[in-house]
T-cell receptor
Framework: DTGVSQDPRHKITKRGQNVTFRCDPI?????LYWYRQTLGQGPEFLTY????????KSRLLSDRFSAERPKGSFSTLEIQRTEQGDSAMYLC??????????????????FGEGSWLTVV | GEDVEQSLFLSVREGDSSVINCTYT??????LYWYKQEPGAGLQLLTY?????DMKQDQRLTVLLNKKDKHLSLRIADTQTGDSAIYFC??????????????FGTGTRLQVTL
């Protein structure tokens, strides 16, 4: 399977514990995104990497959240001191390189199967 | 800011056509996407359209874009029970920096009945 891979698929944790999710993007995709989706809602953007650089973070990403992509390949999303409001599906996505400036041609963004987090 | 709206629910009979509608507010939207999500699963990219197009067809899927009204629709011909899922409309604008994140609607749940 050469799609976006996420692990674990499901995680149940007690409030106050730390959790970490891993994402392996499609190979050669230099852009990697994290989104969060709560029940009945569409996904919301959390953060974005181009190679190893974290270039944008949403205000939804509180200081308890940290994302890394140390070698520009896989990424991790850690949530510290989890709260019940963190219960959601965390989606990772990746995209192909695209042109810049006037040559920008947009990109197609491919999503993984998501990691479900339940905080009890 | 950007806003994308969709109706919540659509029910159609197997074999009929389904039309799922979406409106967006960002006039700088450049690419518009349709994703499908089955229960408990991630998002599957179905199709996308560039803002300088008004129609795109891909097998049973037809996307219509009315840029003046900021209205996007997805038509599924000969709807099958396997098409039952939530369909998300999403948009992205030409990046002013380097990000090109998606803004999603709340999704339309398509129910296909026999």
């Amino acid at each position: 399977d050469t799609g976006v891979s996420q692990d674990p698929r499901h995680k149940i944790t007690k409030r106050g514990q730390n959790v970490t999710f891993r994402c392996d993007p499609i190979s050669e995709h230099n852009r990697l995104y994290w989104y969060r989706q709560t029940l009945g809602q569409g996904p919301e953007f959390l953060t974005y990497f181009q190679n190893e650089a974290q270039l944008e973070k949403s205000r939804l990403l509180s200081d308890r959240f940290s994302a890394e992509r140390p070698k520009g390949s896989f990424s991790t999303l850690e949530i510290q001191r989890t709260e019940q409001g963190d219960s959601a599906m965390y989606l990772c996505a990746s995209s192909i390189p695209e042109g810049q400036g006037l040559q920008w041609t947009g990109n197609t963004i491919y999503f993984g199967e998501g990691s479900w987090l339940t905080v009890v | 800011g950007e806003d994308v709206e969709q109706s919540l629910f659509l029910s159609v009979r197997e074999g009929d056509s389904s039309v799922i509608n979406c409106t967006y507010t960002d006039s700088s939207s450049t690419y518009l996407y349709w994703y499908k999500q089955e229960p408990g699963a991630g998002l599957q990219l179905l199709t996308y359209i560039f803002s300088n197009m008004d129609m795109k067809q891909d097998q049973r899927l037809t996307v219509l874009l009315n840029k003046k009204d900021k209205h996007l629709s997805l038509r599924i011909a000969d709807t099958q029970t396997g098409d039952s899922a939530i369909y998300f409309c999403a948009e992205t604008a030409k990046p002013t920096g380097t990000a090109s994140k998606l803004t999603f609607g709340t999704g339309t749940r398509l129910q296909v009945t026999l």
